[in-house]
């Protein structure tokens, strides 16, 4: 299996899934998915530009906007912590359960896959949910309008996920509020190597639930695409910190009638549909990329099978997965 017949160096390919016309096939195997995802990603990336390497994350090199005591103080798990999240994940749970399910219509479609993996786990597994993301209500809206209060009551049930820090840790406030509800601060645009991503995979090491918007921003359009590589990055750290990650994807559609942009309170009377996949089948891509990597040892034909190929290809999974519940 040589990467080459899909790599023609210099040639330029757009760094999304659109581009590729082995996506466009249907059902492709493991190795043409993968070998496409890598010609996306070798691509995309100027000649000059060295692969990038993983490094452990310290504190010290959290940039100046990001604060060491919003990424350690969320992952506290103090006795008075631990009650603290309880209290801002049941009042937020209960006045967006309140408006979504009685001032609004709210459909979910599926809801048994999801609650069975939040309750009934092995200890080796974990829960990463993705989702498209429409507006700033989804998080914690979908889950309030959808669990029972017997897991939005439990904070060690819930899910922990990201958030933008220059809207949801702009005030001692804010962060104070968002520590509470289970969320890391993250910089986006400061690509795969920050702190944030280090937090996230001490969540899914512990075989808990990471919820991540891999499109990384609001949009409200029906388009899915593209996605970020963030998530290609957590599944892979939990199979090498050998947890088995459950990938469940979720639509939603409605949420951005309820809270358009530049609206302070939510609209009523608004419909609203949220559908909960089936898991993601991730092993294929990893065992593949593992036994790649084991007999190119070195820089590749033409390409190495670095661990970016491996996060294109899982994140462009994922969008196919979310696509496909439209």
């Not at 999304?16 to 059902?27: E, Q």
């Not at 993968?34 to 994350?57: D, G, H, K, V």
């Not at 090498?240 to 358009?260: C, E, F, N, S, T």
């Not at 996949?277 to 670095?306: F, M, S, V």
Request: with cysteine.
């Amino acid at each position: 299996f040589s990467m080459s017949q899909y790599i023609t160096p210099g040639e330029p390919v757009r760094p999304s899934a659109f581009s590729s016309p082995f996506f466009t096939r249907g059902s492709i195997s493991s190795k043409d998915f993968y070998a496409a995802s890598a010609a996306i990603y070798a691509n995309s990336i100027p000649a000059s530009r060295p692969f990038l390497s993983l490094t452990p994350f310290a504190c010290q090199s959290v940039q100046s906007c990001v604060s060491c005591d919003d990424l350690t103080g969320a992952y506290n798990e103090s006795f008075i912590n631990r009650y603290y999240r309880r209290g801002v994940i049941l009042a937020s749970s209960l006045f967006f359960k309140f408006h979504l399910r009685l001032l609004n219509n709210t459909q979910v479609y599926n809801l048994d896959t999801l609650t069975h993996y939040i309750e009934n786990r092995k200890e080796d597994e974990c829960l990463i949910t993705v989702s498209n993301h429409e507006t700033t209500i989804d998080d914690p809206g979908i889950w309030a309008a959808m669990l029972p209060f017997r897991i939005t009551a439990n904070p060690s049930l819930c899910r922990w996920g990201w958030c933008s820090h220059e809207f949801c840790f702009a005030t001692p406030g804010l962060s104070a509020f968002f520590r509470g509800a289970q969320v890391f601060p993250i910089q986006r645009g400061a690509g795969l190597d920050q702190p944030a991503l280090y937090y996230a995979q001490k969540v899914v090491n512990s075989a808990r639930w990471f919820h991540v918007f891999p499109q990384a921003k609001c949009v409200p359009e029906d388009d899915i695409g593209p996605l970020k590589w963030g998530v290609g990055r957590l599944i892979t750290e939990a199979y090498r910190a050998g947890k088995k990650p459950i990938v469940l994807p979720i639509i939603h559609r409605g949420l951005y009638d309820v809270m358009p942009w530049n609206t302070t309170f939510p609209k009523t009377k608004k419909d609203v549909r949220i559908m909960v996949g089936e898991p993601i089948p991730t092993d294929d891509l990893y065992e593949l990329h593992t036994k790649l990597q084991q007999n190119n040892p070195g820089w590749g034909d033409p390409w190495p099978p670095c661990d970016e190929m491996l996060y294109v290809a899982l994140s462009n999974r994922v969008f196919y997965s979310l696509y496909g519940l439209e």
